[in-house]
């Protein structure tokens, strides 16, 4: 049996991101996988949710690239620009790979950020 003193101490953070982080967004991913299953790919529905989700993924990026805060804002411009460039190119060449276009993408910025660091 578990004391007082575990819960006030150690324990308490983890069961309290489970509680609070875990478990409600785990409820609704579990009801759109239910519920996934019914829509039909390329209905209107999924095309708009589609183009909002990346629309406002775009905008983040925009964000992130146009007014940065903490160490990438000692980044210049043409070098935030330069490596979002350089992570499309990758992603056309290397045939759609996300996850190779953000690697890329990545270390380019780390590498600019390492070029311009004081």
């Known amino acids: ?31 759109s996988v239910f519920i996934g299953r019914k829509i039909n790919e390329d209905s209107p529905l999924l095309e708009w949710v589609r183009a909002v989700s990346t629309a406002l993924l775009a905008g983040v990026v925009a964000n992130i690239i146009l007014t940065p805060s903490g160490a990438l804002a000692t980044v210049p411009l043409f070098a935030r620009l330069g490596a979002m460039a350089f992570g499309l190119g990758v992603y056309a060449i290397i045939g759609k790979s996300v996850i190779g276009a953000v690697l890329a993408g990545e270390a380019a910025i780390i590498f600019f950020a390492w070029w311009f660091s004081p």
């Open 1 to 31: 049996m578990m004391q007082l003193d575990q819960w006030s101490g150690g324990l308490w953070p983890y069961v309290a991101l489970v509680l609070f982080g875990f478990l409600p967004s785990e409820v609704w991913r579990m009801l």
